[in-house]
């Protein structure tokens, strides 16, 4: 396992991070303790989680695996707030008001006194950028999060936060959080060159597509019974399309000629790509955190990355993970008589 170096920060965290958004739905407390005793075993010492994976039961379940391992000085531990955790008006957002209390009740539940990297979850267009960083900076002060970062920000607002920083002397933007895999590389860009420009980690998700790339589904054959997309028509769905499932046979070949899983593959692809920090595995069982490890061995010859782009071009998708959960939701926002409703 490599470390790298989280943006413009002297903090150090594993090529790999482990997410724990399936902890308390598809993994239950007992495996999700595994699998983070694992993780740690393999050598990973970033792991992300959110206040809104299970209404907090995420990190309930991760506070109690940390003081289990003894571990927790060694993990630098990330949550993320402002998605909504009620119905409330005031359950939701990055104001001051809920951020304050977001931040106190992660605490509570991580069993830890401080979050190491804080995330605001997606973006709060109602709330001025000066009351939100304001908030973070008294955060920052009181010791109860280190450092700053965003998950599905548009590159614009980046740049607004980090005028913040350099206007105010807020916490300045060290990480963000995009969906990037061979199904969608619509990060490459804009998104990737400002990180890189910037020294801004990318800390990227979903990298098996949600599951497109895992090699269960093929095309021209049945969808797996119980798996996601089982129920997923191509035709219309916006990630399951028939252009990823083109994608995926073509990808197989690259695999099966080097005899690999076409999840090695995909992950070996992000561990190689300029800009990345770490992609986010969001592995349900033990052996799936081995599985992923395994690929941080491989490296892609120049031949099988120059066919990689042959078959998925720089910069385009054939799902849609970036722009739905970037782009599409501001669209909304700004066309909603209620824009706080993300």
Not at 198 to 205: D, K
Not at 294 to 317: F, K, N, V
Not at 327 to 342: E, G, I, K, L, T
Request: charged fraction near 25%.
């Amino acid at each position: 396992m490599e470390y790298r170096q989280l943006g413009r920060t002297g903090v150090r965290v594993s090529e790999l991070c482990l997410g724990t958004m399936s902890f308390g739905a598809s993994a239950d407390e007992k495996t999700a303790i595994a699998v983070v005793d694992s993780a740690i075993d393999a050598g990973i010492n970033f792991i992300d989680t959110a206040d809104c994976y299970g209404e907090g039961v995420s990190e309930q379940i991760l506070g109690k695996a940390l003081q289990g391992s003894r571990k927790r000085d060694e993990i630098v531990l990330a949550t993320k707030a402002v998605a909504a955790m009620g119905v409330g008006p005031n359950d939701r957002g990055a104001s001051r008001f809920h951020l304050s209390r977001a931040v106190e009740d992660s605490l509570q539940r991580l069993q830890t006194d401080r979050i190491d990297l804080f995330y605001l979850h997606v973006v709060d267009i109602t709330t001025p950028m000066d009351e939100i960083f304001g908030q973070l900076d008294i955060l920052v002060n009181q010791g109860k999060i280190l450092y700053v970062g965003t998950s599905k920000w548009p590159v614009p607002l980046i740049m607004e936060g980090l005028m913040m920083h350099e206007k105010y002397g807020y916490p300045r933007i060290v990480a963000e959080q995009p969906p990037y895999n061979l199904c969608d590389r619509g990060i490459e860009n804009e998104l990737v060159w400002t990180c890189i420009r910037h020294g801004i980690g990318l800390c990227t998700w979903g990298p098996l597509a949600s599951g497109l790339l895992g090699g269960a589904y093929r095309k021209g054959q049945p969808i797996p019974e119980g798996h996601r997309w089982s129920a997923a028509d191509p035709e219309t769905n916006k990630r399951f399309t028939l252009a990823a499932l083109d994608v995926v046979e073509k990808l197989s070949v690259i695999a099966e000629a080097r005899g690999v899983a076409l999840p090695d593959l995909c992950h070996a692809w992000l561990l190689q790509r300029p800009g990345i920090t770490a992609p986010i595995i969001g592995a349900r069982k033990p052996e799936y955190v081995t599985a992923a490890v395994r690929a941080t061995e491989m490296r892609l010859t120049t031949e099988e990355l120059a066919e990689i782009d042959r078959i998925i071009a720089p910069g385009s998708a054939v799902s849609d993970y970036y722009d739905g959960n970037t782009y599409a939701r501001m669209r909304r926002a700004v066309n909603s008589d209620q824009p706080w409703s993300y």
